[in-house]
């Protein structure tokens, strides 16, 4: 087994202590580590990252990259591969607050618009018995479930204390009464994007929670904003959809300004090949595996937006 060194260590404990970081302030705090920038600087990077997953293996964590999909910037982070009875511990949050955080995610993943958002009231208006009944149906009827007193009496003061704090930690973006995904949950949820079938980009085949969707109602093509700019921003390129052939209504305007560098490089995961996109809408509220979506610790934040109302289910 490899030994890390004092200058791999320092690239961890800078992301466990600040928590997920822009690409920009990442490499600049690489290139301190190693004093100096050279042409191999992008291979050096990627060879000091193999090496701390390497051993970050042991422990069942990892350090990976992400877009924020709404301003396309990367960021990179330490997350915890395991979601057990165990590593439930090692969250702050308590048992209604995390439902209440499933509740929100599976809203803003549900929305076939693909505004990546909610509005706060919606929010507020997610009900925590739903939660917890979705998560017991498979063990009991519904009818002689009891409901604990945790959720029943989870106050809508509580709703918003917790909002507050999951968007101070980065799980959820908060802005102008918009809820959206924070960047630690695209950091800690991408696997659980795919096992719940949240629709792919067409382009990166990464979770489009915040996307383009193709004019054509019949076609379930989606991109998102800064893939778009990638595939067409190309003076010859085709502006057209490439599922059904639709002119897709190209505005270079309306994307988001992102780095160059950032244009430049994508996170590693999302260059790795995976099974084409079945671009199925996200399945319901019962088929949430409550033991993937829960946030852990804390720091701060941003959003987007949804006008679609939660429907509540039961």
């Known amino acids: 087994m490899a030994t890390l060194s004092w200058r791999h260590h320092t690239l961890i404990q800078a992301l466990l202590s600040r928590g997920p970081l822009k690409e920009k302030d990442f490499q600049s ?4 580590i190693i004093g100096k920038s050279s042409g191999n600087h992008q291979s050096l990077f990627n060879e000091y990252l193999r090496k701390i997953n390497g051993e970050l293996a042991y422990v069942q964590l990892e350090l990976r990259a992400c877009r924020n999909q709404y301003d396309g910037h990367v960021h990179y982070g ?3 591969n395991v979601s057990d009875e165990s590593s439930k511990l ?5 048992v209604p607050q995390i439902a209440f955080y499933k509740g929100i995610i599976e809203a ?3 929305d076939a618009a693909a505004q990546g958002f909610i509005s706060t009231i919606d929010a507020l208006n ?7 009944l979705a998560g017991t149906e498979s063990q009991s009827q519904r009818g002689s479930t009891h409901i604990p007193a945790a959720f029943r009496n989870f106050s809508m003061s509580q709703k918003e204390r ?3 704090e999951l968007a101070r930690d980065r799980w959820l973006s908060l802005t102008d009464g918009k809820i959206g995904l ?4 695209f950091l800690d949820l991408r696997s659980w994007f795919r096992s719940n079938e949240v629709p792919a980009c067409e382009v990166c085949n990464e979770a489009a929670v915040k996307a383009e969707l193709c004019k054509n109602e019949g076609c379930n093509v989606r991109m998102h904003m800064y893939c778009l700019r990638m595939k067409f921003s190309k003076s010859k390129a085709e502006k057209v959809c490439p599922g059904c052939g639709t002119r897709w209504h190209y505005n270079i305007a309306k994307v988001e300004a992102v780095d160059e560098e950032e244009d430049a490089s994508a996170p590693p995961e999302s260059q790795q090949p ?8 996200p399945r319901t509220r019962a088929a949430i595996d409550s033991d993937t979506v829960e946030p852990e610790s804390s720091q701060s934040t941003r959003l987007t937006r949804r006008s679609v109302r939660l429907k509540s289910s039961g």
């Open 78 to 80: 330490v997350v915890n």
């Open 182 to 185: 924070g960047v630690r949950s």
């Open 108 to 110: 803003i993943v549900q």
């Open 29 to 32: 705090i690489f290139t301190k």
């Open 90 to 94: 090692g969250t702050k949050y308590s």
């Open 274 to 281: 995976r099974e084409p996109s079945t671009r199925k809408r």
């Open 162 to 164: 917790t909002l507050e």
């Open 126 to 132: 997610i009900r925590l018995e739903n939660q917890f």
